[in-house]
């Protein structure tokens, strides 16, 4: 597994908004988005399809705050590398939060901690764009629909607590769910519906701001969140699902400690934004999925639609993107792997479906020797 130095690659990159199978032609001065294109030294007006650089979707630029080491003594800042994975999956979260699905397919020259990062991406984005409160009647119906006996978390002042869901009723014209806490019922009113989630965990304080006593996981979250750390830590969901080769996968995910700009105290595993339910201990929140991409089928542990799902590879991408259909998408297709030519061959056939362009990733640097493919699904 390479280390997050990377190899050696090409300098010049390489991108188009022809059909993937055209990517191989240089075209260094163009970075293109679907059928749109912006020519970097050109006016605008040469491609009239292109979207103004003003609707480019904005998000913070966490990354940017980064430092990271793969066992090595010494900490450096997040590589150029790395944070366009990163910053890609938080661009398309923001989009798909925004009501737009894309399909943005990347064939880095090295595929190692490509998914992981656009995944982290991902989850972090949703954390930073997403409103705190879902429309209300939507999820009192998803809440109301539930089986008796399905697990919730339920946010209750400063805490958060395990509870059972136990039925849907109406008391005094009111709409109300009722919820089995500690062998009690207790009647959560409609217009407080949000603050009852589908999904597994142990009664606990919420994170408020950040304090030097705190230290782990907690303390970066803070310190790169700020304000949105205490729901990104308290509501479990499934902001992203990542699909790919479980045990290389986890390899990455174990590899990589981070810690925020100018905290050296302050560290954690990589594993402290991506939230995979699998790595954290019981009781913690989970925010994203990891699945294999050798499993016929998988079940989310939550009731949301994941904002974004991640293929690692052309297999995952081929076999799972139909059971993720209501997700943006983002593969990345190893050309070393036997299965490349199906990936391009899926890429091919949804790109020739696409609905229109996806201009609102405008103003990533692709890195040198990566081809990158966007466009916005057809839903």
Not at 15 to 41: F, H, M
Not at 340 to 365: C, H, I, K
Request: proline share 7%; with cysteine; net charge neutral.
């Amino acid at each position: 597994m390479a280390g997050l130095g990377l190899a050696a690659v090409p300098e010049s990159a390489s991108t188009a908004g022809e059909p993937i199978r055209d990517l191989g032609k240089p075209a260094s001065n163009v970075v293109a988005y679907g059928t749109a294109c912006r020519y970097e030294r050109c006016p605008e007006e040469a491609c009239p399809m292109a979207r103004r650089l003003d609707e480019v979707v904005v998000i913070p630029n966490i990354a940017a705050g980064l430092e990271l080491t793969d066992g090595a003594p010494s900490w450096r800042h997040c590589p150029a590398w790395l944070t366009f994975f990163f910053q890609l999956g938080q661009r398309v979260a923001a989009a798909h939060e925004e009501g737009t699905k894309t399909c943005a397919v990347v064939i880095p020259p090295v595929r190692s901690f490509a998914a992981l990062f656009s995944a982290t991406g991902a989850v972090v984005g949703v954390a930073t764009t997403a409103r705190a409160i879902p429309d209300i009647d939507t999820h009192f119906s998803s809440l109301a629909s539930l089986k008796p006996g399905t697990p919730l978390v339920v946010k209750m002042g400063e805490k958060i607590y395990a509870a059972r869901f136990s039925g849907a009723t109406e008391r005094s014209g009111a709409s109300y769910i009722k919820i089995e806490y500690k062998g009690m019922i207790q009647f959560l009113p409609k217009q407080e519906c949000h603050r009852a989630q589908v999904g597994s965990g142990g009664k606990r304080s919420l994170p408020k701001s950040v304090r030097p006593s705190r230290g782990g996981s907690i303390r970066v979250v803070e310190a790169l969140l700020g304000d949105e750390a205490g729901e990104f830590l308290s509501v479990p969901t499934v902001d992203a699902v990542l699909v790919g080769h479980v045990t290389l996968l986890t390899q990455e995910l174990e590899s990589v400690q981070i810690r925020p700009e100018g905290e050296p105290a302050a560290a954690a595993p990589l594993g402290a934004l991506l939230r995979p339910s699998r790595f954290l201990p019981d009781g913690g929140i989970p925010r994203s999925l990891l699945v294999s991409d050798r499993v016929s089928e998988f079940e989310l542990p939550v009731a949301d639609t994941p904002h974004v799902a991640v293929f690692d590879g052309a297999r995952a991408f081929s076999r799972y993107r139909s059971q993720l259909g209501e997700s943006s998408w983002i593969a990345i297709l190893d050309r070393c792997s036997a299965t490349f030519s199906e990936g391009v061959d899926v890429a091919n056939q949804e790109f020739a479906v696409r609905r229109g362009t996806a201009a609102y990733l405008g103003g990533l640097e692709v890195p040198a020797g990566a081809e990158l493919q966007a466009f916005e699904r057809a839903r």
